[in-house]
């Protein structure tokens, strides 16, 4: 149900009754693979409290997790508002994390006295530190800000943020500090997130200030860590430019960036071979990267009889399946990311979203696909999060949460 506006105080925590604390609701989640506690930063829930077709929505994240439903269910909304989350996280400002605001406004929502309209969107990061909340609230019109924010852990208020004064582009924060002064107050900019500001802002000096600083650094590092990723099979098949660097996101450079991995770690070279021999035609025995006289190179199937496939003869599907198997068995030093580099690895994964998860593969090819993000997500180091339109497939999968969606469960009636 659209809500009629979105006030300019931030979403309230969870109350009895409320969501769940993520590690709760994602079973296993909370555990490395070892049998420990797991520590890396990740975030394990999303949730849309009023935000285009979504109303008081959480949706747990596990190590895969799908959305799947019909076409105007809110499976792209869902992952464009996690990217969004992660490009406020990586300090992006508001105008860049949601270019088209009005689109993530409620249909139905009305202005309130001020002529006010905006929406409301969180998530939960876990790790050290435990469940870490994020909540926000935006205002879409009459000028794009950050109405209110609020970060929690471990049920103190850490940071909180209130538009005040609508003359200003600041809103007033006050950040806990449990010193000789309960919180500190300041005003941070209001098209900024204000959690990824925390570190450049606090001292550290007492305990509080130190659990505030933790708190954020755990939120802003699992926000960071993602990659959107949709492969484009027509510019896949011709051959690319040497030296391109990292995996782009519509794995254009594809061809370069196998011309580096094939030489640098040869046993995930060796799973991605593996991977293809469930998903492409024909028998498959490498998979090599050629430099061609113009300073391209271009990829080729090995089909260990003499013969070779360029790319450019693969279908849609199979260049798509090639592309994800890929990018889940690399890793953040492949793939072109905004990375947090001072943080090691074993403190974080590494989020891949794929809108379209399936699209283009045969059954065969998605199966196998499902597997290698589940085996990936096993580990602990590589999530992934995809939207697909039928989930039936997928359910039941070992390691994978599937989030069914339908139009009725958007809620796009009209509030009371």
């Known amino acids: 149900m659209a809500v009629s506006s979105v ?29 420990g506690l797991d520590v890396r930063a990740r975030i394990t829930e999303l949730r849309l409290s009023a935000f285009a077709g979504h109303r008081r929505a959480g949706f747990p994240l596990g190590p895969v997790t799908l959305f799947a439903g019909p076409s105007g269910t809110g499976k792209t909304t869902a992952l464009m508002a996690y990217e969004a989350l992660a490009r406020l996280g990586s300090g992006a400002p508001l105008a860049q994390a949601f270019p088209d605001p009005l689109a993530c406004v409620p249909q139905r929502a009305r202005p309130d006295a001020g ?46 943020t209130a538009l005040r004064d609508p003359s200003r582009r600041t809103v007033q924060a006050a950040w806990h500090t449990a010193g ?28 509080g200030q130190r659990q505030v600083l933790a708190a ?13 990723c949709d492969p484009r099979p027509e510019y896949m098949r011709t051959p690319v430019p040497t030296g391109s660097g ?11 960036v196998l011309w580096r991995t094939r030489a640098e770690c040869a046993r995930r070279h060796g799973l991605l071979v593996e991977a293809l021999r469930a998903g492409c035609a024909g028998p498959v025995t490498d998979l090599v990267a050629e430099p061609l006289s113009d300073g391209t190179v271009r990829a080729l199937l090995d089909h260990g009889d003499g013969f070779r496939t360029e790319l450019a003869r693969l279908g849609d599907g199979e260049l798509r399946y090639l592309a994800l198997t890929l990018v889940l068995l690399t890793g953040p030093g492949v793939l072109d990311l905004d990375a947090p580099g001072e943080v090691p690895d074993a403190l974080r994964s590494l989020t891949v979203l794929a809108d379209g998860f399936d699209r283009g593969l045969d059954p065969a090819q ?40 339908d139009r009725e469960s958007r809620g796009d009636t009209p509030g009371p």
């Open 7 to 35: 006030s300019a105080e931030p979403p309230a925590a969870a109350a009895s009754g409320g969501t769940v604390p993520a590690q709760s609701r994602v079973s296993g989640d909370a555990r490395a693979p070892g049998g």
């Open 115 to 160: 002529g006010r309209r905006g929406f409301r969107i969180g998530c939960t990061a876990d790790g050290v530190e435990g469940p870490v909340r994020l909540d926000i609230a935006v205002q879409a019109e009459p000028a794009l800000r950050i109405a209110g924010e609020r970060l929690t852990a471990g049920g103190v208020v850490l940071l909180q």
């Open 180 to 207: 000789s002064a309960p919180v500190t107050r300041a005003p941070l900019p209001d098209d900024r997130l204000g959690t990824a500001l925390l570190p450049l802002r606090v001292a550290g000096k007492t305990d």
């Open 216 to 228: 954020a650094e755990q939120m802003v590092v699992a926000l960071r860590s993602v990659f959107p």
């Open 246 to 256: 990292r995996l782009l996101q519509g794995c254009d450079n594809l061809a370069d």
């Open 366 to 405: 998605r199966l196998a696909l499902l597997r290698t993000a589940a085996r990936m997500g096993e580990r602990g180091h590589i999530r992934c999060l995809g939207a697909v339109s039928d989930g039936s497939w997928a359910t039941g999968a070992d390691g994978v949460t599937v989030v069914h969606l």
